[in-house]
């Protein structure tokens, strides 16, 4: 079960990625000076990436787990 635990740590740490470039995201929309309105259209549009790599994170993590269970 090697594999299992490996490939769900790979899959966690891309999940690991996108969360670290959706925080890069807002973050260089909020220091750019924009008005409130269009800060939280920019936010708006990095939340899809946000909940799919925290959804990434957890499913690897499952996966990571379910490797040592079954090891």
Do not use: H, Y
């Amino acid at each position: 079960m090697q594999w299992m635990i490996w490939g769900g740590a790979m899959i966690s740490f891309l999940g690991l990625c996108g969360l670290i470039l959706s925080i890069v995201k807002v973050n260089k929309a909020r220091k750019s000076g924009l008005t409130d309105e269009e800060l939280r259209v920019a936010v708006q549009k990095a939340m899809p990436l946000n909940l799919g790599s925290l959804f990434l994170s957890v499913i690897g993590l499952m996966v990571v787990i379910l490797g040592i269970f079954l090891a």
